[in-house]
C-alpha cells in the first residue's frame, strides 16, 4: 500500500515538472477583479477573456472582489506569480503603477485609467459605440417615446453612455424622452429592480440598464416592456423583454495583448479599441425587432466599422441648449460630465 | 397621491427582509448574544431559498429550507461563542465572510435561473383600507409573515415563560445559572432561532424583490439590519417602524430623483446610519438620567459557569 502511495506521488510530481515545463514557454497572466466571476456583468464578462487565454493554453490565476482601497496588496502578490497582470477597475489605476515599478519585469496593464510608466498600460473599449447602436433598436422599439435608464455611479464612462443612448434613440425616435435614475452603486439588485419599476411606472417601456445585474431585465418582463441588458448577455433572464445588450468581448484583446508580450512587440500606451476590433458589440435581436430598424442599426454600424463617423463627432446640443460643433477629443469624450438633448432628468451635480 | 402610495409600497417591500433580520437579531441579543453575521446568513438564507424554489416550485419548503439552513449555519456562531468561548465579534464577522464565500461557491452554477416571484395577495375587506390598504394589505405573503412575526416575537419575549428567561439569560447569567436555567441552553436557542429569521430574511430577495440569484444579492443589508437592532433598542415592535422607515430611506433615493429633489443620494445612503447613531445617543442620555438601561447588560459577554466578575 505505502509503495502504491509512494509511486503515486511521484508520477503526479513527474506530471506536475512536465507540465510546468510545457508552460515555461508561455507567459503566465493574473487578473485583479473588483466584483465575484458570478456578477453575470463587468467582471463576468472579464473572466470570459481570462477563459479564452486558459483555452489557448496561457497559465492564468484571478483574484475577485477585491476592493479598490485594499488593490495594492492583491497586485502585488499577482506580480510574484506571473508576467502578466490585468488590473480591471478605475480604482486600481494607482496601486498598479506603484507595484510596477518596484516589479520591472512584468507587464501590468489597466483597464479604463489613464496612466502608464515603461511596464504599464492601460487598455479599454469604446463601449459607448455598442450602446448608440442598441438605442437605435430602442427608441424604435418605444411605444409611448419614453426611455427609462438606470444608472449606476454618475462618473463620466456612464455619463458618456447616458449620452449616447439618447443620440441612438433620437436616430429611431427625434422625439424620444429619456429619463435615468441613479442607483448610486454598482451593483444592487433590489435597488436596480425598484429603479426599474420607478421609471416604467413613469411611463418608460424600454428600459436600459447601466448596472451589473439582470434585476432591470426582470423587472422589466414583469411589467410586459422592454430591456437593454449590460455589459454580457442578460437573455437568459428573460427572453420575453430582452431587446439585446451591448456587450464585452475582453478576449479579442487579451489575446492580442497576451500575444504582444510573448514575443516582445509590447510597448506601454493607452488602448482604446473600437467595434471594429469586436471588442464590445450587440447579442442577438428579441424577434419581435421588425427587420426594417435592423437595417437602420446597420447602416449607423457601418458607418462607425468604416471610420466615416462616430458618435460623438459630428455636433450635438447640450441639455441646457448650446451647440457642440467640433469633433470631441479622446480626452473631452473621458471627462463628460453633461447631458445631451432630449435627457429629461438633470444631470448629476449640475 | 399615487406616486406617494407607491413609495410607501417600495418602502415596505425594502423593509421586509430588514425586519426579518432583525427580530432575528433582537432575539439574539436579547440572550446576550451579539450577531454580526447577518449578512452571511442571510445570503445562506438567500441561495438556499431559490436553489429549493428552482427545483421544488413550493415558496413554503423555500421559505422552511432557508430558515433551516440559516439555523444550521448559525449553530458555528453558537458552539464558537458559547461552547468555546470565544469572541462574538470576531465570530459573528467571520461568519458574515463564510457565508458570502459559501454562498457564492454553491451559486456560481445558478446564473440565468429565474423563478416566479410572490404573488400580491390583497387581503379581503382591509385592503380598500384608503392608503394604508394598498401599502399593507396588498402585499405577499412573505410580507404578511412579517407582521405575524412581529407579534409572536414580541410574544415571545415579553409575555412567555420561555422570553422571560430569554430575556434573564441576557440580562444576568450569573443569576439564572444559580436559579438552575441553563444559560447555554437558552442562548444557543436564541441564536438558532434568531438565524432562522435572518435567514428568512436573505429569502425575501430571490422569492419576491429579484427573482433570480446573483453573487451577493442581499448588497449589504445585513449591515443595515445590525443597525437596526440597536436603533430598534432590541423591541420587536420598535423593529417594525424602523424596518420601514430604513426602507422608506432606501425608496426615497429613487424618488426624490423622479421628482427632480436635489438632495445628495449619499446623504440618504448614510441615512439609516446617522440616525441610529443619532437615536442612541439621545435615548441613551435620556435614560441615563432615568437609570434605565435598555441594552441587555450582558450583551456580547462571555458566560463562564460558576465563575464570579
Known sequence: MRKLISKLIGVTLTLLLVSSYAWAGKPSVGFVYVGPVGDGGWTHAHDLGRKALETAGY????????????????????????????????????????????????????????????????????????????????????????????????????IRHINAITLGAQQSNPNIEVEVLWINSWFDPAKESDAAQALIDNGADVIVTMADSA??????????????????????????????????????????????????????????????????????????????????????????????????????????????????????????????KGLISKAPGS | MDFFIQILIAAVAMGTPLLFATLGGVISERAGVINLGMEGLML?????????MLNSGNYFYAIAAAAIASGIVSMIHAFVCLMLRASQIASGLALTFFGTGLSGLFGDKLMGETVEPLARIPIPGLHSIPILGSVLFNQDALVYFSYLCVALTWWLLFR????????????????????????????????????MLIGVGGAYFPLALTPFWV???????????????IFAFWDPLKALGGAYLFGLALALELRLQVLGIDIS????????????????????????????????????KVFFRGEKH
Not at chain 1, 484571478?62 to 488593490?71: L, Q, R, T
Not at chain 1, 480591471?88 to 496601486?95: E, I, L, R
Not at chain 1, 507595484?99 to 498600460?121: E, I, R, Y
Request: with cysteine; aromatic share 10%.
Open chain 1, 59 to 158: 497559465e492564468t490565476s484571478f483574484v475577485e472582489s477585491v476592493p479598490e482601497g485594499d488593490s495594492e496588496r492583491v497586485i502585488r502578490k499577482m506580480a510574484r506569480k506571473h508576467d502578466i497582470v490585468f488590473t480591471t477597475s478605475f480604482g486600481y489605476m494607482d496601486p498598479t503603477l506603484k507595484v510596477a515599478k518596484q516589479h520591472p519585469d512584468t507587464t501590468f496593464l489597466h483597464c479604463s485609467g489613464f496612466k502608464q510608466s515603461k511596464n504599464a498600460g492601460n487598455y479599454f473599449g469604446r463601449m459607448y459605440q455598442a450602446k448608440y447602436l442598441a438605442a437605435i433598436i430602442a427608441g424604435g422599439m418605444s411605444k409611448t417615446g419614453r426611455i427609462g435608464i438606470v444608472g449606476s455611479q454618475p462618473i463620466p464612462e456612464i
Open chain 2, 265 to 300: 443620494p449619499y446623504f440618504l445612503k448614510m441615512l439609516p446610519y446617522v440616525l441610529t447613531i443619532l437615536v442612541l445617543t439621545l435615548v441613551t442620555i435620556r435614560n441615563n438620567r432615568r437609570g434605565i438601561q435598555v441594552m441587555p447588560a450582558a450583551l456580547g
Open chain 1, 215 to 340: 434585476a432591470t431585465v426582470q423587472t422589466a418582463k414583469k411589467n410586459g416592456v422592454f430591456a437593454i441588458g449590460n455589459d454580457t448577455d442578460m437573455a437568459i433572464y428573460g427572453k420575453e423583454a430582452h431587446l439585446t445588450a451591448a456587450v464585452w468581448n475582453w478576449d479579442v484583446y487579451y489575446m492580442e495583448a497576451v500575444k504582444a508580450v510573448e514575443n516582445g512587440s509590447w510597448k506601454p500606451g493607452a488602448d482604446w479599441w473600437g467595434l471594429d476590433t469586436g471588442i464590445v458589440g450587440l447579442t442577438s435581436f428579441h424577434p419581435d425587432v421588425p427587420q426594417a430598424l435592423i437595417v437602420k442599426m446597420n447602416k449607423e454600424k457601418g458607418k462607425i466599422l468604416s471610420g466615416a463617423m462616430d458618435v460623438f463627432d459630428h455636433g450635438f446640443t447640450k441639455r441646457d441648449g448650446t451647440q457642440v460643433t467640433k469633433a470631441l477629443s479622446d480626452g473631452e469624450m473621458l471627462g463628460m460630465k453633461y447631458y445631451v
Open chain 2, 215 to 229: 453573487d451577493g444579492i442581499t448588497a449589504g443589508r445585513g449591515w443595515i439590519a445590525v443597525a437596526l437592532v
Open chain 2, 160 to 195: 412567555s415563560r420561555l422570553g422571560l428567561n430569554i430575556r434573564s439569560v441576557g440580562e444576568a447569567p450569573e443569576v439564572c445559572d444559580s436559579l438552575g436555567i441553563s444559560v447555554l441552553s437558552y442562548r444557543f436557542f436564541a441564536v438558532v432561532g434568531g438565524g
Open chain 2, 44 to 52: 445562506v438564507g438567500a441561495l438556499v431559498a431559490f436553489v429549493v
